[in-house]
């Protein structure tokens, strides 16, 4: 696992090199051969002028043994207390050495990797395109629990260590890393890492860390300085600002370790560092966000539900429509490196998609008018206005002069797959690829499969949705897919409050202490009210009614009666100022049919979790969804489901009393929450 080798100079070189994983890990292995590999340098130390801790993988270190974290049982604590005492011994030798030590970071080096570098003197990353450096223990419900934590704050200081690394599970390329104050060198070959890491040590016989040279200080002060006393309240409420939501155990474990390990020595800040880490690990939280971010996550991208098929790649992408997700959908598709032809009704529409951005990429995108452009396209992909007739009309314009058998993928948010494949002349390559708004952001792709999709067809749509950078789940046909399906539900849910009388505030804060992203009302006005309003018809016409008659004679008088559309015109649930969102719009009490009807607070949170909850177990019953973890990964990425459930299925496992809770709110608000 650490290979040893000393050259002439006196300088061994430690290379990381786990022969049973394609990244190194913390896991036992990394354990006995740190601890081999230090006493091995103890032993021979007259003879070492210093060390320099590198890898022979492409990346330096993943980061944590997450299969094993996730199994960890209350009972295990004084196991893992050991294992993480063990783990912080030897980076402490290691650091204490009396010698130099180097990291040379050839490539990504996160979370455990990370904490490693931070245990040697001198930090040099190589910039290369994958190298990314930080802690995303965060986004897992974690911390950092190889004296991660520890050391940050004590090379930046308490703020800028929780607000840029601990806190933000950020991952900096070098060269903001360096900016950052968190490694030293970067340079651009693997030559280079290793001789600007030799005369490092040549130059610095005496290095220690700033920490244990005498009249050593945090950076900023202690927590018991009277500026950072002034500070470190106003930490939690900035907290939970970025973090949305409450239920997240592990920035306030992190904020908590930060501070109490400032005011001790490093040994002590090390133990309440395992022994909130241990909190955590043990805890149902870290569980559910591990499984979701890593092992479902690793299921989705790594093509569980793509049919294996071997199937050509996308290289010339026709794009229709150059509105707000064309124009973004083209510009993805460019800047992955793909040829991409933007059509659109007239050359002026065309060229909105060639107007912001890098120059380099949008060289890439041709705008145009001309279906003749089109010619020898490999994928067209539709994202005209909402309204099949249209859909079909462009399909049968371009259909011709397309390469053979291109793949045909429409964008279409809410119309069924199956039905706009009737407009093309080969079904079987007709699917959806529905993109998340704004595209270069949302990192999900739902790839919607119409009853006579082919499984060429979902391999091909696959492939290019992670040649692009997306994750991509894969669903079966029905009206609103999974995603738009799912969120109609949780917004229809607050409507309804609305309407029984429940301040629109407190709906939106019970979505927020929940841990949604953005209210519904919010999100209601984004998706606009006039888009709910015809979703509502689409919906009666083919006979379905979710039990949202309240929602919906609400949004009628808003429409109606009020002229509150959404966000683009300035006036919804809220009002908008040169485009930002102000206050909720005063009006909407006099809305109320129920008069004041009083809905615990818990119900609030509970109905919204439970409309999408139950709507996504229909999903899977009605086989829409065809794994769990496309649901779950799906709903985080896609609808902003609370991250810390680990996903909607997730939670319905998850939740105590699942069954009994639907019957309940069944029983007080309606039928739509029976249990199916
Ligand atoms: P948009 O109104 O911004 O853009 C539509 C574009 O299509 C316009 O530039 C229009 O000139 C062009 N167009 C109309 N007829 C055309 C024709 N015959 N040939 C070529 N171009 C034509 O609309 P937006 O928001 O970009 O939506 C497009 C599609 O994407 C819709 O199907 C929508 O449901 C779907 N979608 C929208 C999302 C959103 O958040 N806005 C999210 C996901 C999907």
């Not at 690990?281 to 870290?286: H, K, Q």
Request: hydrophobic share 45%.
């Amino acid at each position: 696992m650490i290979s040893y080798e000393k050259d002439d100079a006196g300088i061994v070189t430690l290379t990381m090199n786990d022969p049973d994983q394609s990244a190194n890990t913390m896991n036992a292995a990394y354990v006995a051969a740190m601890t081999a590999a230090v006493d091995r340098l103890e032993a021979e130390k007259e003879q070492v002028t210093g060390v320099i801790v590198t890898s022979a993988k492409n990346t330096f270190f993943a980061g944590g043994d997450l299969p094993m974290m996730s199994q960890a049982r209350p009972e295990d604590a004084p196991a893992l207390f050991e294992l993480l005492g063990t783990i912080k011994r030897d980076l402490r030798r290691l650091e204490t050495y009396g010698r130099p030590v180097v990291a040379a970071i050839n490539g990504a080096a996160l979370g455990g990797g990370f904490e490693i570098a931070l245990a040697c003197h001198h930090r040099i990353a190589l910039d290369a395109p994958g190298t990314r450096l930080g802690f995303p223990e965060v986004t897992l419900g974690l911390l950092p629990g190889a004296g991660g934590v520890v050391r940050t704050v004590r090379m930046l200081g308490i703020a800028p260590a929780l607000m840029t690394w601990l806190l933000t599970g950020k991952r900096l390329k070098p060269a903001a890393a360096l900016e950052a104050g968190m490694i030293d060198e970067v340079v651009g070959s693997p030559e280079e890492l290793i001789t600007h890491a030799k005369a490092w040590i040549a130059a610095n016989p005496d290095a220690a860390q700033p920490w244990d040279r005498p009249g050593y200080k945090i950076p900023g002060g202690s927590p018991s300085t009277p500026k950072l006393a002034v500070q470190l309240p106003a930490f939690p409420a900035t907290l939970r600002k970025q973090l949305k939501g409450n239920r997240m155990p592990a920035p306030e474990a992190i904020l908590e370790t930060a501070v109490e390990g400032a005011q001790v020595d490093i040994e002590t800040a090390f133990q309440i560092e395992s022994r909130k880490l241990i909190t955590l690990l043990t805890g149902r939280i870290a569980k559910n966000m591990i499984g979701a971010f890593f092992f479902d996550m690793k299921a989705v991208n790594g093509g569980a539900a793509r049919p294996a098929v071997e199937v050509p790649a996308a290289t010339r992408v026709a794009v229709l429509g150059a509105g707000m997700m064309g124009a973004g959908i083209a510009y993805a598709c460019a800047r992955a490196g793909l040829e991409v032809v933007v059509k659109d009704v007239t050359p002026e529409a065309a060229a909105r998609a060639t107007q912001e951005g890098d120059p380099a990429v949008l060289a890439r995108i041709k705008p145009t008018a001309d279906v003749e452009d089109l010619r020898g396209c490999d994928v067209v992909i539709e994202a005209v206005f909402e309204d099949p007739k249209l859909k079909h009309q462009v399909f049968a314009e371009v259909e011709p002069v397309l390469a053979p058998g291109a793949l045909l993928a429409s964008n279409t948010s809410t119309l069924p797959i199956t039905g706009l494949a009737q407009g093309v002349s080969r079904p079987a390559d007709f699917i959806g690829m529905h993109f998340f708004s704004p595209v270069g952001k949302m990192p999900l792709l739902e790839i919607v499969v119409g009853e006579q999709t082919g499984d060429a067809a979902i391999a091909r749509a696959f492939d290019l949705g992670r040649t692009i950078g997306k994750t991509p789940i894969v669903v079966n046909d029905g009206r609103g897919f999974f995603t738009s399906r799912v969120i109609g539900q949780f917004i229809n849910e607050a409507v309804t409050m609305v309407a029984e009388g429940v301040p629109a505030a407190s709906v939106e804060q019970a979505a927020l202490q929940a841990g949604y992203p953005t209210g519904p009302l919010a999100l209601a006005d984004e998706v606009t009210l006039t888009l709910m309003a015809k979703i509502h018809k689409a919906y009666l016409a083919a006979g379905v009614n979710a039990g949202y008659d309240k929602a919906h004679a609400l949004v009628a008088a808003m429409l109606e009666t009020h002229d509150r559309p959404g966000r683009s015109s300035g006036r919804g649930f809220y009002a908008y100022e040169n485009g930002r969102r102000g206050r909720l719009w005063a009006g909407l009490a006099e809305l109320a049919t129920d008069e004041g009807r009083a809905v615990p607070f818990a119900d609030l949170q509970e109905r919204l979790l439970f409309s999408e909850a139950l709507d996504a177990l229909r999903c899977r019953a009605e086989g829409v969804l065809r794994t769990d973890a496309d649901g779950n990964i799906g709903s985080i990425l896609g609808i902003g489901f609370p991250a810390w459930t680990g996903g909607v299925l997730r939670y319905v496992e998850q939740h105590p009393d699942f069954k009994g809770r639907a019957t309940e709110l069944a029983a007080r608000y309606g039928e739509r929450f029976a249990p199916a």
